[in-house]
């Protein structure tokens, strides 16, 4: 999306439709479908207490990624140097990197909360300011390269998150609009290989690579270069589809239910770009289904319970200091045809997306307020006042939700009645001592939360930053 930060450096339940084969454990923006950031749906802790903090120099404008006993990190760092790692989610004290990658591997700047679907861990990178973007496969548990698709193009970059589904991905490109690959098969030097053949080509080569670098030590030490990830092998993915280049702009994630794909894409005022639209698609050819109109650009992308898709509006991004008078809404609509249910404008742009829990419509605006809306009618059930501008979207887990504000709050709400729960302040606890402003989202898994910091811009700019995990001591 096109951001200063960007620039700067960067029911009741309804019927529901025929699901897609288990994805795996994280295999879509925020979780699943209905983007509660949450997939065990275990409420985190009644009393919270920091258990580990990472302090860092990059920001965090993805949110923090917890598969099994593991949490996936995406950063940002000085000349908008890229970087990924796996961390362990548990214990105490600060963790260290299982694996990282970073450049040269990783070429261009990347906002894009990763999807892990089995071994396999996927992610887009490249921003507004740069002319192209590549679509990455990794093994997760090794952080192995897999295969590649570079996209060249003006303003095409994937700074939203894919989903895996039924053994394709599904990401959007800017104005490269959506796209659809097979993870299962992939082409090198003109032959088809799966992933896993792949992995074995790649350990191979991995061995030839640093074996030459024992032989050019011996040679002379002070010339010997080690390998990197950039020097293994650069397979592709085969693409069964694209659909929306440079009429749409997509960088939203696509949300994936059954056999429909649902597309946001926006409409840039300053390059008079793209088209302000949900598109409905079929997730095996692209077809679209149907479409509607959308008033404000829908940075969060589209959410999904049941039969009912809701997409959140915004007529600012990511600015921080272009929040005042901005307006927000929120759109419902039936999945089968697209017809409107119900819309509400909000006093507030809705930045981020719309979690669907319980009957409820549950999101966050940068007027300061958490709302929730019943699912069925659009009715307003609560309003909670963190008193803060809000950009990333709420986590919801065992009846609560999970809120982090501009100020680095972390709010716990009760998912019935909007009544507080607690709150936990990232600069003044002192286990953190590190304030700054939550982009990607609380996420939660077992019990826990993750929460990573952003200081791109405003008071706190080029402040450190963290990563934390809030659980029970």
């Known amino acids: 999306m096109p951001t200063r930060f960007a620039a700067l450096a960067i029911l009741a339940a309804l019927a529901a439709p025929l699901p897609a084969a288990d994805p795996g454990p994280w295999a879509t923006y925020r979780g699943n479908p209905q983007r509660t ?85 996927v992610f887009g990178d490249g921003m507004h300011q740069d002319s192209g973007g590549v679509l990455h496969c ?72 640093l074996a030459k670098f024992e032989e050019d ?11 990197s990830e950039d020097d293994l092998l650069k397979p592709a993915p085969k693409v069964v589809w694209k659909k929306g280049e440079v009429k ?22 300053q390059e008079k770009v793209g088209e302000r639209a949900l598109y409905c698609l079929n997730a095996a050819t692209g077809e679209t289904l ?8 829908p940075w969060g992308g589209a959410s999904v319970l049941g039969n009912t898709v809701v997409v959140s509006g915004s007529s600012v991004g990511y600015y921080y200091t272009k929040l005042k008078g901005a307006k927000g809404n929120l759109a419902a609509f039936d999945l089968a045809t697209g017809a409107p249910k119900w819309t509400k404008d909000v006093p507030g742009g809705i930045v981020g997306c719309v979690a669907l829990a319980d009957g409820l419509a549950v999101c966050t605006a940068t007027d300061g307020k958490v709302r929730a809306f019943n699912l069925a009618d659009g009715d307003r059930r609560w309003i ?16 609560v939700v999970y809120a982090g504000d501009l100020n680095g709050v972390i709010h716990a709400i009760d998912l019935k009645d909007g009544a507080g729960k607690w709150k936990l302040d990232l600069g003044a606890d002192p286990a ?36 934390v995990c809030i659980g029970t001591k």
């Not at 994937?158 to 989903?163: F, I, Q, V």
């Not at 149907?290 to 008033?295: D, F, Q, R, S, V």
Request: charged share 20%.
């Open 37 to 121: 950031g949450n997939t065990d749906n275990q409420p985190g802790p009644a009393a919270p207490a920091v258990l580990w903090t990472i302090r860092s120099q990059d920001h965090f404008v993805a949110s923090p990624v917890p598969v099994g006993t593991s949490v996936y990190l995406s950063g940002l760092g000085a000349f908008n140097r890229p970087a990924i790692a796996l961390y362990p989610a548990g214990g105490t004290g600060e963790p260290k990197a299982t694996w990282a990658r970073s450049a040269p591997y990783l070429r261009l700047a990347s906002v894009s909360s990763p999807a892990v679907s089995g071994n396999y861990l």
């Open 138 to 209: 990794l093994t997760a548990d090794t952080g192995r390269p897999i295969w590649q698709l570079p996209m060249p193009g003006d303003l095409i970059h994937l700074e939203g998150a894919p989903t895996v589904a039924d053994g394709k991905v599904y990401m959007g490109a800017g104005a490269g609009g959506v796209l659809c690959v097979d993870l299962t098969k992939v082409t090198l030097d003109g032959k088809e290989y799966t992933p896993a053949e792949i992995e074995k080509l790649q350990d191979e080569k991995w061995k030839q690579l």
């Open 217 to 227: 030590k011996k040679k002379d030490k002070d010339l010997a270069v080690p390998p």
């Open 248 to 269: 749409w702009h997509v960088d939203a994630p696509v949300c994936v239910t059954g056999d429909k794909v649902l597309v946001c894409t926006s409409y840039l005022d």
């Open 290 to 297: 149907w479409t509607k109109p959308l008033a404000l650009n």
């Open 384 to 399: 909670y006042e963190a008193k803060t501008p809000l950009f990333a979207p709420p986590a919801v887990a065992g009846g």
């Open 432 to 467: 953190v001592r590190a304030p700054g402003m939550v982009y990607g989202g609380v996420t939660a898994h077992g019990g826990k939360l993750y929460v990573a910091t952003c200081n791109l811009e405003g008071p706190l700019a080029r402040k450190p930053t963290c990563v």
